[in-house]
């Protein structure tokens, strides 16, 4: 048998390595960056970091130091010596500019959410979800239990459907329909995008009532009272019927095979003749492609590993959405990726047979 030739790390493997373990401090230097609100004090102007310091209640010096941290992370300029602008990944922490993530930001960093990972090599022996044995309630029932970390959660999944919401009306033909039901819609962001892009077309949100909270804002907004009804509901009992499409989006992830397909099969049995199940998830590759280990095509990945630690979900490949369709008397017809809403692809499916 062959020697397999040692692995010679380089300064670029070290490099990867050190970048990865301290993304976690740079998870945090971007939340506290939200939290004093930075981005809003510098505005469209350079600052010297002592007056934003000064307008955030802090000191000077850390102050300068927290900005600089976040000039290295590529979010601000050091425009001059002690003087800060905002780059332009950074405007993405300005609660009142367009396709802000604050409220993404403040989700994903949120020590709730961050405590289950300290759990993680224990979810991968047991294959339980963490987030239970830490707060003795599953994720979505500690939400209910904090209106604040449910408000919170609302805003960070409409900021998080926004690219999804831009591009969804251009890539499927809505105008065959007569009504649409966004299953687990939450704020209605989605279905409001598709619903301003077809005036033909109806809606319905439904979702718990938690997670319906702002969706009469959203759609009072968008001038869709009228177009779109909000039902208060468990997608594991029923869906509505009376539509000719059931769309959901981020929302079998969340749950094991068994409860995915109990979902799909509520609107398998509410689909009528000629209906469409449209899915918006990520699809895994059959295996990961080789890369630069970055970020980015990390996340998906990292999305895996959220769902098992926090709620018990899992992300799938096409092959395991075709099982979930089948075993809920669906066909899968196609996955299209998402241009503009990477990695999210549409998934089509229709009643089997």
Not at 93 to 98: N, V
Not at 216 to 237: K, Q
Not at 324 to 343: D, N, V
Request: hydrophobic content about 45%; glycine content about 10%; charged content about 20%.
């Amino acid at each position: 048998m062959a020697n397999t030739p040692a692995l010679a790390p380089d300064m670029t493997d070290r490099d990867l390595l050190v970048r990865l373990v301290f993304g976690s401090m740079a998870a945090q230097t971007v939340r506290a960056a939200v939290r004093l609100r930075v981005v809003e004090l510098i505005g469209d102007t350079p600052r010297p970091a002592a007056d934003v310091a000064a307008d955030a209640g802090a000191e000077p010096q850390p102050m300068t130091r927290l900005l600089r941290a976040l000039a290295g992370l590529g979010l601000l300029r050091e425009h001059s010596f002690g003087t800060f602008a905002v780059a332009p990944a950074g405007v993405l922490l300005d609660p009142g500019r367009p396709g802000s993530l604050t409220s993404f930001v403040r989700m994903f960093t949120e020590p709730e959410i961050i405590r289950a990972w300290e759990h993680l090599d224990d979810s991968v022996r047991t294959g339980d979800v963490a987030f239970d044995a830490v707060f003795g309630t599953d994720f979505f029932s500690r939400l209910a239990q904090r209106p604040e970390l449910s408000a919170e959660f609302n805003a960070a999944m409409s900021q998080a459907t926004a690219e999804a919401a831009a591009v969804l009306p251009h890539a499927f033909d809505f105008g065959r329909y007569a009504a649409v039901t966004d299953v687990g819609g939450g704020d209605g962001t989605l279905l409001a995008a598709v619903l301003a892009a077809f005036p033909g077309l109806k809606g319905v949100v439904l979702d718990t009532s938690d997670g319906l909270a702002q969706a009469p804002g959203t759609l009072r907004r968008h001038g869709l009272a009228d177009r779109c009804s909000l039902v208060a509901g468990d997608f594991f009992r029923s869906v509505p019927e009376g539509s000719d499409l059931y769309l959901m989006k981020s929302i079998l992830h969340d749950w094991p095979d068994d409860r995915a397909v109990t979902i799909l099969r509520h609107c398998r049995a509410a689909l009528p003749s000629g209906g469409r199940v449209l899915i918006l998830e990520p699809v895994l590759p059959e295996t990961v492609p080789g890369g630069s280990g970055g970020v980015d095509e990390a996340a998906t990945y990292l999305s895996d590993l959220n769902m098992l630690v926090n709620v018990g979900g899992r992300e799938r490949t096409r092959t395991d959405f075709e099982d979930l369709c089948r075993a809920a008397g669906l066909s899968l017809l196609s996955a299209t990726p998402l241009p503009g809403a990477e990695p999210f692809s549409l998934l089509e499916a229709a009643a089997a047979g």
